[in-house]
């Protein structure tokens, strides 16, 4: 999920951090990292920014948002196995990287169950289910009328293969019954503009990749995948409203820490984060980027990754999906 134009917030952020966070300390004397396997400018790293600086402008002690970008989150990860377990070195990471890639690749550098210490579920957001502009379907069940009604139709394209968004399709193809087949692009750019540009039928993203483009007409978003609508598109009905009760699907991101932080640090930094999530212009901050805030316990966030995990493990295993 990538909201490029979103960056500068963080610098506007920073002027209010100190109301939000008042009287807090950190759990660790000096720097603090916190790593993103992802891009500057992206959803991921933006929030993280937005997080440090609120934090930062209330306890006065330097946090930097490091960016280890690459193979889809999982060289941060590895990254913070690495780290000392002391509570400097931090993670922020969508679902993909601790539920996800386990569940997709066969050799991963890294174990989330023996590497990572949750700490704190930070936001969710919803996937956007879109055509182009032109598409006859106005709504779920016009699309799965069009894509039965003639063969090899129903194509949808995502930012990426073994993505949230890959998977979350298949998950619309098994409970519609139609043959859904996967077109992977390398970001969100190319998606939209063959989206866009009528190249493919229907696409898949986090709602924030989209809606801008659905507002000016380029494509038309018919469907959400949360338990209910997105303040971003209120006017937009989720599957479940469609008559798929079946097809929900919610990402999220998440901080963690390295395996072997002691329990008082992690406590420390979960209820600093939650405090600082929660904040009135943090947490506008956040809905605007297309998000719900949340602020869990460690147990909590613990907990939502073993629900997503067991949730997800068949839909990946009946996609037959290989990233060799």
């Given amino acids: 999920m990538r909201i490029g134009w979103l960056a500068g917030s963080v610098i506007a952020a920073s002027l209010a951090a100190a109301s939000g966070a008042a009287h807090a300390q ?3 004397k000096g720097p603090t990292r916190i790593l993103v396997g992802f891009a500057a400018g992206g959803t991921t790293d933006v929030v993280a920014r937005l997080i440090a600086d609120h934090i930062k402008g209330a306890v006065g002690q330097p946090i930097v948002v490091e960016n ?3 193979a889809g989150g999982r060289i941060a ?3 913070l196995k690495g780290a000392a377990p002391d509570g400097s070195t931090l993670l922020l990471a969508p679902m993909v ?4 890639a386990p569940l997709v690749f066969k050799q991963l550098n890294y174990d989330p169950a023996k590497d990572f210490a949750p700490v704190a579920h930070v936001a969710n957001f919803q996937l956007a289910f879109a055509v182009r502009a032109d598409h006859p379907a106005r709504g779920v069940p016009e699309f799965v009328a069009w894509a039965k009604s003639g063969p090899a139709r129903a194509s949808f394209g995502t930012p990426a293969s073994g993505s949230q968004a890959h998977f979350f399709g298949v998950l619309v193809g098994q409970t519609t019954g139609i043959d859904m087949v996967h077109v992977p692009y390398k970001g969100i750019a190319p998606l939209a503009i063959d989206l866009a540009g009528g190249q ?4 898949i993203s986090a709602l924030s990749d989209l809606t801008e483009m659905h507002r000016a007409g380029r494509l038309r978003i018919i469907a959400t995948s949360g338990a209910r609508r997105s303040p971003l598109l209120p006017a937009v009905p989720t599957f479940r409203e469609q008559g798929f009760p079946a097809i929900e699907g919610t990402g999220w991101i998440a901080f963690y820490a390295p395996a072997g932080t002691p329990k008082a640090v992690i406590d420390q930094w979960s209820a600093l984060i939650v405090k ?6 943090l947490r506008e901050r956040l809905i605007h980027l297309g998000l719900e805030p949340t602020g869990t316990t460690p147990e909590e966030l613990a907990a939502i990754m ?17 990233p060799d």
């Fill in 26 to 28: 950190l759990p660790v």
């Fill in 68 to 70: 280890r970008a690459g």
């Fill in 77 to 79: 990860a590895e990254a």
């Fill in 97 to 100: 990287v601790p539920v996800l």
């Fill in 200 to 203: 493919i039928p229907a696409g």
């Fill in 276 to 281: 600082t999530v929660q904040a009135v212009e």
């Fill in 306 to 322: 073993a629900a997503d995990t067991a949730r997800w493990r068949p839909i990946i295993k009946a996609s037959g999906f290989s």
